[in-house]
Structure formats: structure tokens, C-alpha cells
């Protein structure tokens, strides 16, 4: 996957906060790299420290939205999570595995839809903000070290 004209154009002009948004976006059920994002975006010259905190804000506002769309739609979520094999997986993930699947929500295809189905499954909130907000920022801070 490679950053589209109009992302590398954003980036460009707003920064943090294009970087923001399109981290947002990403950690939605729309196919976009925050990875190749936050690359780019140090590589034009953003501090990796801010790149790795607009990411993480982005993405964990986006996985609160995806917890809170299961949640609050709850069972009618399901037929559109199972159209996708990512969706099939994340979905039986959650149901087998419970808590434990959560471990997996950083990663790409599966990792947001496991968002979804840990609200509609109604998982503790406390438990899914710790351990999914750690990870996604955690994902972040390797990429912003290992380019900053």
C-alpha cells in the first residue's frame, strides 16, 4: 500500500494534524496506512515525537468510535463485520478468546474489526481502553524511535 497524491499533499501542508486525521481514518474499517503516514510525515520534517502523538490520538479516538459503534448498534453490526474475512476472523476471535483477542488489535485487517466486535460483545471498557490504547501507541513510538 503507498500514500495516495492527495494524503502526501495533506501531510505536506497541515502536519500533526493532517497526520492526526488520516491515523484517525486508518483505524476505521477504511483501508489506509497510518504506518506509511507517520513515515512520511517525519520524513518531511515532522519531530517524530509529535508525529507519534498525533497517531496515537488519531487511532485511539478511532478504536473509541469503533468500540462505541459496537456498542451502541451492537447485533445489527455483525452481518457487515462477517462480509470480510478480516471481520469473520476478528469476530470469532472475540467470541473464542474473549479479552485475549484484544492483544491482536493492533494489527493490520484484523486489529480494527476486533475493535468493533469488543463492542458489540460489550467488553470491559476499562480492560479494552488499557490494553488496545497501549498497543496502538506502542506501535507508534517503534516507528517514531527507529526513524527519529
Not at 92 to 121: H, Q
Request: glycine share 8%.
Amino acid at each position: 500500500m503507498e500514500l495516495s497524491p492527495w494524503m502526501f499533499d495533506l501531510l505536506q501542508q497541515y502536519g500533526f494534524w493532517a497526520l492526526l486525521l488520516i491515523s484517525f481514518i486508518a483505524a476505521t474499517i477504511v483501508p489506509l496506512s497510518s504506518e506509511i503516514a507517520i513515515v512520511t510525515s517525519i520524513v518531511l520534517g515532522l519531530n517524530w515525537v509529535e508525529a507519534v502523538v498525533a497517531c496515537s490520538i488519531g487511532n485511539c479516538l478511532a478504536c473509541s468510535l469503533n468500540y462505541g459503534m459496537g456498542a451502541l448498534i451492537g447485533k445489527p453490526l455483525l452481518p457487515k463485520l462477517e462480509k470480510s474475512k478480516g471481520g469473520r476472523t476478528a469476530k470469532r476471535w472475540v467470541e473464542k478468546y474473549g479479552l485475549y483477542s484484544l492483544l491482536l488489535s493492533w494489527t493490520p485487517i484484523f486489529g480494527d474489526p476486533i475493535t468493533i466486535a469488543a463492542g458489540i460483545f460489550r467488553m470491559n471498557l476499562l480492560y479494552y481502553v488499557l490494553i488496545v490504547f497501549s498497543l496502538r501507541i506502542f506501535r507508534y513510538a517503534i516507528v517514531g524511535v527507529f526513524l527519529g
